[in-house]
């Protein structure tokens, strides 16, 4: 039989990412996304899931409701106030499946086949096969210093049709490492208010600072309902588990939940315990500080090696949390060229062109990541680079 | 902010189903469809999850790939063949967030807005809806003795444009609790196959037999790739750990991966070694007769409760296995008003008209569920309905 695929799902290619972490089993992990293994908190885990099944198995294993476990969703809207500034009375927050599943319900909800989001270029690369998938138009707007540049994202907010929302990571921007500074955060949600269109504020990676100061979420200035906030527990606790949440206006949300509820019904109650009880019963600050130091070590460990060993060959801004350093290599280096040679040398790093809305735009840049290699497999791994730079 | 929602989402209506088991906190659930409290292996699931978070806490923990976790892929692939004959070596199966995200991924797949979607009249209300959110047109054949009206069936095939697929519920289907003779099966595959759609063979109930014989599946006739099998351990382990597969070609199974990776990136890996070690190292067959027993026992009071209380006043078939029974109240009788009623006196049961594609044509049926009420609870439920019933 031939198969008549959607518009949206027809348009996608497959992950570059994937491709190209498929074809290199055994190589140093550069290229991937993980959170390192000794920041989970096992131990908690292990008490939680045993107290949960032990006092409350039929809560666990039971049908849910699609908004979430009630506790949780009330101690996720403190949280987010307390916090982070987030969350008004017309606002609301649901528990989802993961930050990703935020994506999916915004487009279910807003985007018809031919609508137009706006990305900040580059993107995370999950976010733009969710769009395109969906038969959204992707525009991308260049991240400078400190943002997005705001002359482009007017001039693109003015110019193309049916905008529905822009899509942001504040917060150590996967893959580029930046964050949005406090003046772009106020610029961007007041041209969003001018031509009426959405923000989505991915915050997944808020939590991971490792120097600076913390910027307010654009969420925090928002008493129209313009901006959708998307938190996970990917990071902090386990991305394994899951879990995410999404604070938006309640009209917005409503209709998230519709979808959510056509979608999976409901975010597993196992996962949603373990994250409520982490919260409400286990010093989970003084995890979250044992996160950062391990990040902090392995984020320095890294920029550290490239110093060294590709100081001559490339350029990059050391970033001030996240999981990813965006560095671009210099003129006359044939960026695939460097990572394919790579990958046959043992290491794996992203093409940055996988981060574009226009994947076939040229490109300079590599996406690093130091949360997954172990420490040896980072200095080990970027001296590889040096030598396939000083090759090529 | 006014916000343009989504052609298929904004054409969405709140849940019938939603609506009354909001208003109806206290009744007696014979509206609901929970499986029932004692139907769940929970010292099976306690033994499994200490002994995964003790041995390999890093896997149940980390990020999975989107097919889901590879031993129970290839464990699940060999129990669907060996126990439904249903699989060939085109085939392919992945793990998804529990049987409705087939429902989701499929449409994400195949539905433009405005493609036609087949249902059995009447149908689940969670596939309508998630039908209903990507835009699509629903066109209902009616359900008769055995299986849809063929006649009815084909001329729609002939005459609506742009059908996608047929979506069914083979056993024990919910709402109706009636099963698709062999002869039907094998005419709606035909009819699929002649007119160029798919099927979506939805199959969440096929282990909760209580009497008759087992039919095959439509997907153990399709040796050209039309027919989407779905299925689930919602009923046979927990519906709270959200775990169900999709068996279909695999070009079909590529993207919905791809679609799936948008959605929720993987199916918690907790929830998937649940499933993975209640398979391979408990007693899972002892356990599903065991749960056979349980609805046994309740369909057989449900039902002679209603033969007692309520013969009068409306007829119905003894359904076979699933969980739901399904009543024609009497021409005469107000059926929402009856259903109201009975919600003001204590017990809920589901308005026939919320499975319908078009919820406000003429219903004179109702849905009851005996898994989730206590057999106390199905013994009152059923005596206040006969009150209820003689008081129109």
């Known amino acids: 039989m031939e198969y008549k695929f959607s518009e949206g799902i027809a348009s996608l290619k497959p992950s570059v990412i994937r491709e190209i972490l498929k074809s290199s089993g055994n190589t140093i992990p550069l290229a991937a996304g993980n959170p390192a293994p000794d920041a989970f908190p096992i131990d908690d885990v292990k008490k939680i899931v045993a107290d949960v ?189 899951r879990v995410g949440f999404v604070l938006a206006n309640a009209e917005i949300v409503a209709k998230m939940t519709v979808a959510k509820q056509t979608q999976d019904v409901h975010t597993p109650m196992l996962s949603q315990l373990i994250v409520y009880k982490w919260l409400t019963e286990c010093d989970y600050k003084a995890h979250i500080a044992k996160i950062v130091d391990i990040y902090t070590r392995k984020l320095n460990l890294l920029c550290d090696c490239i110093d060294a060993e590709l100081s001559s060959f490339l350029t990059y801004q050391r970033p001030e949390g996240g999981l990813f350093v965006w560095a671009k290599l210099n003129d006359g280096i044939d960026m695939l060229g460097f990572c394919k040679k790579a990958s046959s040398a043992g290491v794996s790093v992203v093409p940055g062109n996988a981060f574009l809305a226009d994947g076939d735009a040229p490109c300079q840049y590599i996406r690093m990541n130091f949360s997954t290699p172990s420490d040896e497999g980072i200095i080990k791994g970027v001296k590889i680079l040096g030598e396939v730079a000083r090759s090529l």
């Not at 500074?181 to 915050?203: C, F, M, P, T």
């Not at 527990?233 to 588990?241: C, H, L, R």
């Open 53 to 241: 099944l032990e006092n409350d198995p039929i809560l666990a294993l039971q049908y849910g409701i699609t908004e979430g476990y009630a506790p949780l969703v009330a101690e996720l809207t403190k949280l987010s106030k307390e916090h982070y500034g987030v969350g008004t009375d017309d606002d609301k927050l649901i528990v989802v499946s993961g930050a990703q599943q935020v994506m999916s319900l915004l487009c279910h909800c807003f985007i018809n086949s031919g609508d137009c989001i706006i990305c900040e270029e580059p993107a995370f690369i999950g976010a733009l096969n969710c769009f395109r998938s969906h038969g959204a138009k992707l525009v991308g707007v260049p991240l400078e210093e400190g943002g997005m540049n705001l002359e482009i994202l007017e001039e693109k907010l003015k110019t193309e049709k049916n905008v529905k929302f822009i899509y942001t990571i504040p917060n150590f921007q996967n893959p580029a490492g930046s964050t949005m500074s406090l003046e772009k955060r106020k610029a961007v949600y007041e041209l969003a208010k001018k031509y009426g269109v959405l923000i989505l504020e991915d915050n997944p990676y808020g939590d991971l600072r490792v120097s600076g100061q913390a910027v307010p979420a654009i969420k925090s200035f928002d008493d129209e309902g313009i901006v959708v906030y998307s938190g996970s527990f990917s990071k902090i606790v386990a991305p394994g588990i």
